[in-house]
DNA sequence: GGTAAGTGCAACCAGGAGGTTGCGTATGAC
DNA sequence: GTCATACGCAACCTCCTGGTTGCACTTACC
């Protein structure tokens, strides 16, 4: 029972490691922040405001994209990149699925105790 | 505005990072899911059933327990890790948060286009 | 057509993350 | 008291990540 349960949220939960993985550096985050604020914007205006390298910025978005929490879309010389909300409302679907594990862990450890 | 807006999402979102890297990761992710559904177990425990040696996992649980996400508790010679939900909670408030702003942001867009 | 702007690609580098091994130490069991 | 268990610490290794620089290429603009 724990072991299937162990299996569906780990397979379930492999799918978001590298969403949660490009949500965990600042910089990401902060492009999401601006990508989330306003989109699209081109890689140049992403890169107003940042101390990094255009190059840098340009990894950057590469892993988001990869993750699939932005999407670039070639416009003339530009290259635009805009925000997707979908892995993000996936992931709150996996932490509500966590939390209710968690309550149920909970409750079987209170009805174990009271017994 | 815009500047505002991210300043405080850029703000709030900072701290979550830690929590957002932590789980960016496979066998943490799964470390969080087996300390989930049973809480608390002790490393030798949590090193079971897993390839990776007890000095590995006992890094992966300094992670989490820095990201707060799991809390250490020595019991006699034995080191016991339990699950804390609130990292989490946090975490999917923000995320609500970043949701928010989102729909915001595309209201905007299709106010401006409409009129 | 010439020039500047916006990107992509590749090479390169430093540092940190993930992992192992070896050893020391404290605690429980007998 | 002795021995096995559970763990921490430190050194070490490898590989990936984050970042830069330099150059080539396409596209807009005049």
Known sequence: MSARAQ???GKAGRAHVPVFAAL???TRLGLV???CEHS???????TDG???TRQAISKHLAVLE???????I???RECHYEFHLKPIDDMKSYL???SRQWDEALGRLKAFVER
Chains 1, 2 share one sequence.
């Open 96 to 98: 509500d699925e966590v």
């Open 24 to 26: 965990g550096d600042e």
């Open 74 to 76: 070639r416009v003339g």
């Open 7 to 9: 299996t569906i949220l």
């Open 66 to 72: 990869h993750a699939g929490i932005v999407e670039s």
């Open 33 to 35: 922040t601006r990508l």
């Open 40 to 46: 699209p914007q081109s890689i140049t205006q992403l």
């Open 50 to 52: 940042s101390r990094l």
